[in-house]
């Protein structure tokens, strides 16, 4: 029967468009969990039809259109797609049939997006066959069914933490075999164009990318290109050290000329952050290691790329164990006109039995949009538990077979962040640390004290210490969805900050500050969005996110955060906001609350009613009639 001719009621759809914007929302939200569910089918029945027509064959069919290629052949003909989008679609089917079966189920149940399933395929491929496979599935699928919404790079990150954790041998093997084919080309395009690429290393990547994105940004607001051609522009120039101009014409512009050469040369140095642990440093360890290490300083790592080699002085501490150092400052030196990197003492609480220290290992430097030489600072320490699982062995091996947990792996590693690239292996975080050029900071002195929240002159202002910390908890902006990586956002002050009543607004603390890219940060600041985020009372340390748009609709902010991956961030404790005094009276307003005021008072009214309706029903939110979109 056609679908327009199937009813709508029958299929629990809406039977007219004439809806109030909730409807129109809520029918999206089930739609999208019908169309996972429908995806499911379609996985389901391509996997019968490789059931009944290739596993038959595929162990001794040698033929050049094989079996497996003749089923693919058969979908592509009926669904009227080419034999490549078949054959990926046979490739879902029966990785989530044989390798992933409890994602599959996310799917079916409408909590994963069918959109994610290929990232989550593709990136557990290497787990095939491995005795830990169901292991790495549970746990992907566990995650997937937490509250909370996903973007692809989130997804992304989760699978490579799963399976770089447990297959350190393989990780490195594959990564050395993919170095060794990295290449350069050239290709001939249409209407006399031509495309220039090379493969590289990740942090290469992100680095060429930086130093061609900071010259392409030397332009005025009348540049009449877009921002991919006068990257292209710039990417040019570099390599014919050719100088590079706005092409806007006006006789009064500062940026007619640019000597691509000085701006790399007085430009602040490239670097890399990447955020790692302790013992991803000194290597993998046995899986039935059991950590005894009480917490004590988490440390970081820097490794700078400069922009072109020149001679700095560095100083790195070799000593990435758990025990006690006192704080490093790195200064450059002035003469090659680089910018000293200023490291703030951080300090993390104790943890309990079992858990070990982390050093957070950042390999690179914020930097200010605005400034032509900018200034370096390292991302925080943290604290990391050791993740540790035992296998028991039964006495009687045939007896209890069926009962005995999935084998873990010989040796678990450790894994890095790096920001706007991804999780990446421990043997690659080592290999980053082991670079000449590598700094690595330990931070803190293993004593509780708070770390500085504000920098002391500003109370809106966070400091250095806050600032990196956040953006490695949060990793990419916290509005569901998005992919931006927090290092190329905004701080924002959840509760707006009140600059004439500091104590009565938002305070500048680790609870009170969140990465925004700018589109959403406009969003909220300017838009009816109301977002709130508060400590999880379940989870000391952790954070409950939400936004509720205009209509009331509550979304619950992201599912995967730093917080997965190095759980010892939520062991950074910082110190209270210095106290403000209150006004002197005759600074009082004298005229009623302007629009902005009167908005963000209502902002903070419905945050405070989401907090009440939530405690009076012991819940987190979101309340039922406040469900999230499922992804």
Same mark, same amino acid.
């Given at each position: 029967?056609?679908?327009?001719?199937?009813d709508?009621?029958?299929?629990?759809?809406?039977?007219?468009?004439?809806?109030?914007?909730?409807?129109?929302?809520?029918?999206?939200?089930?739609?999208?969990?019908?169309?996972?569910?429908?995806?499911?089918?379609?996985?389901?029945?391509?996997?019968?039809?490789?059931?009944?027509?290739?596993?038959?064959?595929?162990?001794?069919?040698?033929?050049?259109?094989?079996?497996?290629?003749?089923?693919?052949?058969?979908?592509?003909?009926?669904?009227?797609?080419?034999?490549?989008?078949?054959?990926?679609?046979?490739?879902?089917?029966?990785a989530?049939?044989?390798?992933?079966?409890?994602?599959?189920?996310?799917?079916?149940?409408?909590v994963?997006?069918?959109?994610?399933?290929?990232?989550i395929?593709?990136?557990?491929?290497?787990?095939?066959?491995?005795?830990?496979?169901?292991?790495?599935?549970?746990?992907?699928?566990?995650a997937?069914r937490?509250?909370?919404?996903?973007?692809?790079?989130?997804?992304?990150?989760?699978?490579?933490?799963?399976?770089?954790?447990?297959?350190?041998?393989?990780?490195?093997?594959?990564?050395?075999?993919a170095l060794?084919?990295?290449?350069?080309?050239?290709?001939?395009?249409?209407?006399?164009?031509?495309?220039?690429?090379?493969t590289?290393?990740?942090?290469?990547?992100?680095?060429?990318?930086?130093?061609v994105?900071?010259?392409?940004?030397?332009?005025?607001?009348?540049?009449?290109?877009?921002?991919?051609?006068?990257?292209?522009?710039?990417?040019?120039?570099?390599?014919?050290?050719?100088?590079?101009?706005?092409?806007?014409?006006?006789?009064?512009?500062?940026?007619?000329?640019?000597?691509?050469?000085?701006?790399?040369?007085?430009?602040?140095?490239?670097?890399i952050?990447?955020?790692?642990?302790?013992?991803?440093?000194?290597?993998?360890?046995?899986?039935?290691?059991?950590?005894?290490?009480?917490?004590a300083?988490?440390?970081?790592?820097?490794?700078?790329?400069?922009a072109?080699?020149?001679?700095?002085?560095?100083?790195?501490?070799?000593?990435?164990?758990?025990?006690?150092?006192?704080?490093?400052?790195?200064d450059?030196? %002035?003469?090659v006109? +680089? =910018?000293? @990197?200023v490291?703030? /003492? #951080? !300090?993390?609480d104790? *943890?309990?039995?079992?858990?070990?220290?982390?050093?957070?290992?950042?390999?690179?430097?914020?930097?200010?949009d605005?400034?032509?030489?900018?200034?370096a600072?390292?991302?925080?320490?943290?604290?990391?538990? %050791?993740?540790?699982? +035992? =296998?028991? @062995?039964?006495?009687? /091996? #045939? !007896?209890?077979?069926? *009962?005995?947990?999935?084998?873990?792996?010989?040796?678990?590693?450790?894994?890095?962040?790096?920001?706007?690239?991804?999780?990446?292996?421990?043997?690659?975080?080592?290999?980053?640390?082991?670079?000449?050029? %590598?700094?690595?900071?330990?931070?803190?002195?293993?004593?509780?004290?708070?770390?500085?929240?504000?920098q002391?002159?500003?109370?809106?202002r966070?400091?250095?210490?806050?600032?990196?910390?956040?953006?490695?908890?949060?990793?990419?902006?916290?509005?569901?969805?998005?992919?931006?990586?927090?290092?190329?956002?905004?701080?924002?002050?959840?509760?707006?900050?009140?600059?004439?009543?500091?104590?009565?607004?938002?305070?500048?603390?680790?609870?009170?500050?969140?990465?925004?890219?700018r589109?959403?940060?406009?969003?909220?600041?300017?838009?009816?969005?109301?977002?709130?985020?508060?400590?999880?009372?379940?989870?000391?340390g952790?954070?409950?996110?939400?936004v509720?748009?205009?209509?009331?609709r509550?979304v619950?902010?992201?599912?995967?955060?730093?917080?997965?991956?190095?759980?010892?961030?939520?062991?950074?404790?910082?110190?209270?906001?210095?106290?403000?005094?209150?006004?002197?009276?005759?600074?009082?307003?004298?005229?009623p609350?302007?629009?902005?005021?009167?908005?963000?008072?209502?902002?903070?009214?419905?945050?405070?009613?989401?907090?009440?309706?939530?405690?009076?029903?012991?819940?987190?939110?979101?309340?039922?009639?406040?469900?999230?979109?499922?992804?």
């Amino acid at each position: 029967m056609p679908w327009p001719a199937r009813d709508p009621a029958a299929l629990g759809l809406p039977v007219s468009f004439d809806l109030p914007v909730g409807g129109h929302l809520d029918a999206l939200a089930d739609l999208a969990a019908g169309a996972g569910y429908l995806e499911w089918h379609r996985y389901r029945h391509a996997a019968a039809l490789h059931t009944d027509l290739v596993v038959p064959e595929e162990d001794r069919d040698e033929r050049a259109v094989d079996a497996y290629a003749q089923c693919a052949a058969r979908i592509a003909t009926a669904l009227s797609v080419s034999q490549y989008v078949a054959e990926r679609l046979l490739d879902n089917a029966v990785a989530l049939r044989d390798r992933l079966p409890r994602v599959f189920e996310c799917l079916r149940d409408g909590v994963v997006s069918p959109d994610f399933i290929r990232t989550i395929v593709s990136r557990t491929e290497l787990v095939h066959g491995r005795p830990y496979q169901e292991q790495v599935d549970a746990d992907i699928a566990a995650a997937l069914r937490k509250p909370g919404s996903w973007s692809t790079a989130r997804v992304r990150d989760l699978c490579d933490q799963m399976v770089y954790r447990r297959d350190p041998d393989a990780v490195r093997e594959r990564r050395e075999e993919a170095l060794k084919g990295r290449c350069f080309f050239t290709e001939a395009g249409l209407d006399g164009m031509g495309t220039v690429g090379a493969t590289m290393s990740a942090e290469r990547a992100a680095i060429v990318a930086r130093v061609v994105e900071r010259l392409a940004a030397q332009v005025c607001k009348h540049d009449s290109r877009s921002t991919g051609a006068r990257a292209s522009d710039a990417l040019f120039a570099l390599v014919k050290h050719a100088p590079f101009g706005c092409d806007c014409g006006r006789p009064e512009c500062a940026f007619t000329v640019v000597d691509a050469d000085e701006v790399a040369a007085t430009a602040a140095r490239i670097v890399i952050h990447v955020v790692t642990d302790t013992t991803t440093l000194t290597g993998p360890v046995p899986a039935t290691t059991t950590a005894t290490t009480t917490a004590a300083n988490a440390t970081e790592a820097a490794t700078e790329s400069a922009a072109q080699p020149t001679a700095r002085a560095q100083t790195r501490d070799a000593d990435t164990t758990a025990a006690a150092a006192e704080p490093v400052t790195v200064d450059t030196d %002035a003469a090659v006109d +680089e =910018t000293a @990197a200023v490291d703030e /003492a #951080a !300090a993390v609480d104790e *943890a309990a039995a079992n858990q070990i220290a982390i050093d957070e290992a950042v390999v690179g430097v914020f930097t200010a949009d605005d400034a032509p030489v900018e200034e370096a600072e390292a991302v925080e320490a943290e604290a990391d538990e %050791a993740e540790v699982e +035992e =296998t028991v @062995a039964g006495e009687d /091996a #045939a !007896a209890d077979a069926a *009962a005995e947990p999935e084998p873990e792996p010989e040796m678990v590693d450790g894994v890095g962040f790096v920001a706007g690239l991804g999780i990446i292996s421990g043997a690659h975080v080592r290999d980053l640390a082991a670079d000449p050029e %590598a700094v690595i900071r330990p931070l803190g002195d293993g004593t509780d004290t708070p770390l500085p929240a504000t920098q002391p002159a500003d109370p809106y202002r966070p400091s250095a210490a806050l600032d990196t910390y956040i953006r490695a908890r949060n990793r990419y902006c916290t509005w569901p969805g998005c992919n931006t990586p927090a290092w190329d956002g905004d701080l924002d002050h959840i509760t707006e900050y009140d600059h004439a009543h500091p104590e009565r607004g938002g305070q500048t603390s680790a609870t009170g500050l969140g990465a925004k890219c700018r589109f959403h940060h406009l969003l909220k600041t300017f838009g009816d969005f109301v977002d709130d985020q508060y400590d999880d009372p379940g989870h000391p340390g952790r954070i409950v996110r939400t936004v509720t748009i205009p209509e009331g609709r509550t979304v619950l902010g992201p599912a995967h955060t730093g917080f997965d991956t190095h759980p010892g961030l939520d062991m950074i404790v910082f110190g209270d906001p210095p106290a403000t005094r209150p006004p002197s009276p005759g600074t009082e307003p004298t005229r009623p609350a302007p629009r902005t005021e009167q908005k963000h008072a209502r902002r903070r009214q419905e945050r405070n009613r989401n907090r009440l309706r939530n405690n009076l029903n012991g819940i987190r939110p979101p309340e039922p009639d406040d469900a999230p979109p499922l992804f």
